[in-house]
């Protein structure tokens, strides 16, 4: 698996309607769902965590990462990463980072979407977490 499955993945996925809980791309998503849609088809090992709401509250999302045995936390981006994001309040969000953009799958937009990582994005990420067996 490198960054290029990964965004090629993710990418995939572009267009998708967001909703909550969704799990297949081109039908639903949301930006959970992305991830271990991306994950799947890349073959990445995760486990996926249905019945959380809309938004998790608790440290709920951290949490669920932290224990996923795909995933390493890191410190540096580099494309394909996994970013964990803060609106207000506990980190709810996740997007793929893809260098100078970003891919997810965001309410407000109502789909899955690419743009620009500008500093407003940038200044929502908490965490960094990396796919494991990346080469």
């Known amino acids: 698996m490198t960054p290029e499955d990964i965004l090629a993945a993710a990418r995939s996925a572009i267009g998708t309607p967001f909703r909550h809980q969704g799990r297949e791309a081109g039908k639903a998503l949301d930006c959970a769902g992305l991830a271990v849609y991306v994950a799947d088809k890349v073959g990445a090992e995760y486990q996926d965590s249905p019945g959380y709401a809309a938004r998790p509250s608790g440290g709920l999302l951290e949490s669920a990462l932290d224990a996923q045995t795909?995933?390493?936390?890191?410190?540096?981006?580099?494309?394909?990463?996994?970013?964990?994001?803060?609106?207000?309040?506990?980190?709810?969000?996740?997007?793929?980072?893809?260098?100078?953009?970003?891919?997810?799958?965001?309410?407000?937009?109502?789909?899955?979407?690419?743009?620009?990582?500008?500093?407003?994005?940038?200044?929502?990420?908490?965490?960094?977490?990396?796919?494991?067996?990346?080469?």
Not at 100 to 117: D, M, N
């Open 70 to 135: 795909g995933l390493e936390r890191v410190f540096e981006m580099q494309p394909g990463d996994l970013l964990l994001m803060r609106f207000m309040g506990d980190p709810q969000h996740l997007a793929i980072y893809a260098g100078e953009t970003i891919i997810h799958a965001f309410a407000a937009g109502r789909k899955v979407c690419e743009h620009r990582l500008d500093d407003v994005w940038r200044a929502r990420i908490v965490r960094i977490y990396r796919f494991r067996g990346i080469s």
